[in-house]
């Protein structure tokens, strides 16, 4: 006789402490409907969301909170049939107060069985207009409390004592969290979070808040019981009995780690189209200077070619290599903002590393200087890569040029590589020993024109060609640097999928033949004809495609060099692609400074970039023989 007693106590107390567990929720409207959509009781969380007293609301039908639009689309019968097949039902949308204005509600259905039969939904709606994370009171007699904080799944809904111990649990909180009732009750609510916040105290500092606030509401990492982490919304509100006086917590979770994702993934999208529209505005302006600063170029490193055969003073011989150095010099800053801006026209072979570096071997230990050691280390069955082997090497070069500067005492530099197979890619490091770089200037390294280096020191271009050569090769590249330690840049490029291409370097040489040279800028015209008949051809020279055809038609013709951007209806990709249907055995040669229209030419013609060497010239010419 007493333990029934103690149980009916116990009984009591439990069915007290949901009352009053829902009596201390206010933000929430917590009710029931019976099995066709009627209102069995209602709480004052509703009151205050809807404006309807109990007495004026129970027994209507609850579709009197829709808008006429909604119930014009069947909307709250869809929303019980929708609960009862799935066990759930879950939206957002307009609702309508008593006096006819809106509020935008978070809602929450849930059927509710009795021994396997329906007995009606247990409904929480939550006015998220000014999103006010809240809880919802119910005056509804102590078992319908608790059936329907029970039936709710898809929140923890659950109580606290004043010292923060679990003293009841939900199915939405074995759900979210993995704890059954007898696993949790009688715990502490800190072992919810993360390590990180137990250590700083953040679990009591809530409770804290909520009783000198009246209210508590946060979003954070949360634990599971099998140690999994999610992002929760959290409200915790003091629960006070008729005195005034602390009786616990009412504690409201819920799992919200899919929209913290989606959010996630809408501020990645954000700053990729960021990172795309800034690539494209230097593109368009480095574009829309590089042929005609190229042009400028070539008709001065031409130039050099004609008079360096004339000059033979020391003073002037050594102004010319200087003029020759400054022309280099401009020709390679236009072709790192280029391939910053991925406008550059590649041109991928497929190359063996081993090989490749030890070529360059020696123009990498003259840029290091002595004070710096260097050291290969790759493998002979590291893959071959597919990219354009002037930009590897140049790029190769601002990478150890730039570890050079970041060892003024001296050091050692690896250059080392490895197969990376998830990704079909190629690895290729290069670590130096030097002063390390700060976490937010390693953020800045890639971007254009920024630089630590004085004035006069640097263009902030090294590492822009980089990573401009890296993604448009069809890899990455990124920073590892550890201050005082040193730095390590390790670009990922693809693997070659083709054997090995012949490295063609064919020394100047004398040509043969009448070379029809099509170029709409006259000072460049009169550059390249010199160098032509330099090399020994004879050349016939057309301003732009119309004028090239007609002579074209004369016959005498061996070779077409012709500019790709010009004036008229016709560029020199069109003009190549015309002659190639007239005569499919005719060699062509394309020449341009810029053209956004290379990537129409495909492995269709070779392509010259200005400005370019007479030894350039000359071999690709002898290519086409």
């Given amino acids: 006789m007493a333990g029934s007693k103690k149980n009916e106590r116990n009984l009591y107390e439990s069915e007290r402490n949901f009352r009053l ?42 579709s009197v909170f829709y808008t006429p639009e909604d119930l014009a689309a069947d909307l709250p019968r869809r929303a019980l049939e929708t609960a009862l097949k799935d066990k759930h039902f879950l939206a957002e949308g307009w609702r309508v107060r008593k006096d006819g204005t809106r509020f935008f509600a978070s809602v929450v259905i849930d059927p509710i069985f009795e021994k396997r039969k329906l007995v009606g939904f247990a409904k929480i709606t939550r006015d998220i207009t000014e ?43 074995k759900r979210i969290k993995g704890y059954s009732t007898e696993e949790i009750v009688g715990q502490h609510f800190s072992r919810f979070y ?14 804290k808040t909520a009783v000198e606030t009246g209210h508590y509401d946060e979003e954070g990492w949360r634990v599971r019981k099998d140690g999994s982490f999610f992002w929760a919304s959290v ?4 629960i006070r009995n008729d005195a005034g006086e602390l009786i616990g917590f009412a504690k409201i979770t819920r799992d919200i780690s899919e929209r913290k994702q989606a959010q996630e993934r809408l501020l990645a999208m954000q700053r990729q189209l960021a990172e795309s529209q800034k690539f494209d505005a230097l593109g368009q302006l480095t574009g829309g200077i590089a042929h005609d600063f190229n042009n400028l170029l070539m008709i001065i490193s031409g130039s050099i070619h004609t008079i360096r055969k004339d000059i033979t003073g020391e003073k002037a011989v050594k102004a010319l290599q200087s003029i020759e150095g400054a022309s280099q010099r401009a020709a390679a800053l236009t072709r790192q903002l280029l391939t910053f801006a991925r406008r550059q026209n590649l041109q991928p072979q497929s190359i063996k590393l081993t090989e490749r570096l030890d070529v360059l071997r020696e123009v990498l230990n003259s840029g ?39 060892m003024p005492e001296g050091g050692s530099l690896i250059i080392s590589a490895k197969n990376i197979p998830e990704k079909d890619q190629v690895a290729i490091s290069v670590e130096d020993t030097g002063v390390g770089i700060p976490d937010d200037i390693a953020a800045k390294v890639f971007d254009p024109f920024f630089t630590t280096k004085a004035v006069g020191k640097g263009t902030g271009l090294g590492l822009s060609q980089v990573h401009g050569f890296a993604h448009q090769a069809g890899g990455t590249v990124g920073i590892r640097s550890i201050l005082g330690s040193g730095t390590t840049i390790t670009m990922c490029l693809p693997r070659a ?9 064919l020394a100047s040489s004398k040509g043969s033949g009448t070379v029809l040279l099509v170029e709409d800028n006259p000072e460049v015209a009169t550059v390249s004809i010199g160098l032509l008949e330099q090399l020994g051809y004879t050349v016939r020279w057309a301003a732009d495609a119309s004028a090239a055809l007609a002579e ?67 071999r690709e010419l002898q290519k086409l023989a």
């Fill in 235 to 238: 409200v915790i509100d003091p």
């Fill in 131 to 173: 999103r006010q994370n809240a809880l919802s009171d119910l005056s509804n007699s102590e078992n319908q409390f608790k059936t329907l904080v029970g039936g709710v799944t898809d929140y923890a809904l659950y109580m606290l004592d004043p010292t923060g111990v679990v003293s009841n649990w939900n199915a939405g909180g």
């Fill in 497 to 505: 999928a083709t054997p090995l291409t012949p490295d063609h370097e």
């Fill in 194 to 207: 993360t390590p990180a916040d137990q250590a700083a105290g953040k679990p009591a500092r809530a409770l």
């Fill in 552 to 618: 074209f038609e004369k016959d005498g013709i061996d070779i077409v060099f012709s500019d790709i951007v010009m004036p008229g209806k016709m560029d020199g990709i069109g003009l190549a692609k015309t002659l190639r249907d007239k005569n499919p055995r005719i060699p062509i040669l394309l020449m341009t400074g810029y053209s956004s229209s290379t990537n129409e030419v495909g492995s269709q013609f070779p392509i010259l970039r200005k400005p370019y060497q007479l030894h350039e010239l000359s």
């Fill in 368 to 406: 290091l200087g002595s004070a710096v050691s260097l050291m290969i280390d790759v493998a002979d069955d590291v893959w071959n890569i597919a990219v354009d082997p002037n930009e590897f090497e140049i790029a190769l070069v601002n990478l150890v040029v730039n570890a050079r500067d970041a």
């Fill in 21 to 62: 567990l829902v009596e201390g929720i206010t933000d929430y409207a917590i009710y029931m409907l019976d099995p066709k959509g009627h209102v069995t009781n209602w709480n004052r969380g509703a009151e205050r969301i809807k404006g309807y007293r109990a007495k004026d609301i129970v027994g209507k039908h609850f």
